[in-house]
């Protein structure tokens, strides 16, 4: 009884080591799984998308009385490079005030997913150090961080200090203005919802028809 039962802790074991030093696939990487999520599965090349979007009602605005930000939009877009074999994620966020008229947008890098910001010196895979991203905008234009929920149907946006901002589809530099983290300006959170919902964030028409293909 006793012989069967070693036997059977050997070949346990010899399993064990078998994969113990086996490659995580593609498939299990942090990077995929991150992405995953972010798009609900719809992991698309050679770009993905996923919306988020939150109009404050009335409601919320009297009981936030310092909050200026009436809608905000963001669009996260993922992308892998020929020269990188980590997706590249960047975003576009839209912003409506109830103190300024017009549309006013932002756009940046986010780099890769937390998830593979850091990698073990022994493997060089992924370690999953987090769901945050932080995406700049050139030019020290400042920028937000951006928090995925654990349901995966909404994120936390939240300001560094202030991001750089565009009033609708004016360069100039007279459109320029910022978007300040103030007392109530500081976090916000947008829900899940269509592609059609960030297609006023995207310039390009051939970006804008693979997203409406999505």
Request: aromatic share 6%; charged share 30%; net charge neutral.
């Given at each position: 009884?006793?012989?069967?039962?070693?036997?059977?802790?050997?070949?346990?074991?010899?399993?064990?080591?078998?994969?113990?030093?086996?490659?995580?696939?593609?498939?299990?990487?942090?990077?995929?799984?991150?992405?995953?999520?972010?798009?609900?599965?719809?992991?698309?090349?050679?770009?993905?998308?996923?919306?988020?979007v939150r109009r404050y009602d009335t409601e919320h605005m009297k009981q936030h009385p310092?909050?200026?930000?009436?809608?905000?939009?963001?669009?996260?877009?993922?992308?892998?490079?020929?020269?990188?074999?980590?997706?590249?994620?960047?975003?576009?966020?839209?912003?409506?005030?109830?103190?300024?008229?017009?549309?006013?947008?932002?756009?940046?890098?986010?780099?890769h997913a937390p998830g593979v910001r850091a990698l073990n010196q022994d493997t060089d895979?992924?370690?999953?150090?987090?769901?945050?991203?932080?995406?700049?905008?050139?030019?020290?234009?400042?920028?937000?961080?951006?928090?995925?929920?654990?349901?995966?149907?909404?994120?936390?946006?939240?300001?560094?200090?202030?991001?750089?901002?565009?009033?609708?589809?004016?360069?100039?530099?007279?459109?320029v203005t910022a978007l300040k983290g103030g007392a109530d300006d500081k976090m916000f959170?947008?829900?899940?919802?269509?592609?059609?919902?960030?297609?006023?964030?995207?310039?390009?028409?051939?970006?804008?028809?693979?997203?409406?293909?999505?």
């Amino acid at each position: 009884m006793k012989r069967g039962i070693s036997m059977t802790i050997a070949i346990a074991l010899i399993a064990l080591w078998g994969t113990a030093g086996s490659p995580v696939r593609a498939d299990d990487s942090p990077d995929v799984a991150f992405a995953k999520r972010m798009f609900v599965d719809n992991v698309s090349k050679p770009k993905a998308y996923a919306c988020f979007v939150r109009r404050y009602d009335t409601e919320h605005m009297k009981q936030h009385p310092l909050q200026k930000v009436t809608v905000m939009k963001l669009l996260i877009t993922s992308e892998k490079t020929p020269d990188d074999k980590y997706l590249d994620y960047s975003f576009r966020l839209g912003v409506n005030f109830h103190d300024r008229p017009g549309n006013f947008d932002s756009s940046g890098e986010c780099g890769h997913a937390p998830g593979v910001r850091a990698l073990n010196q022994d493997t060089d895979l992924p370690v999953v150090t987090g769901i945050d991203f932080n995406c700049n905008v050139d030019c020290d234009g400042g920028g937000i961080a951006v928090d995925l929920a654990k349901d995966n149907g909404s994120v936390i946006v939240k300001l560094e200090d202030r991001i750089r901002i565009w009033k609708g589809r004016d360069s100039d530099e007279a459109a320029v203005t910022a978007l300040k983290g103030g007392a109530d300006d500081k976090m916000f959170r947008l829900d899940r919802t269509s592609l059609n919902e960030c297609t006023a964030l995207v310039t390009d028409r051939k970006e804008l028809a693979a997203m409406r293909h999505k």
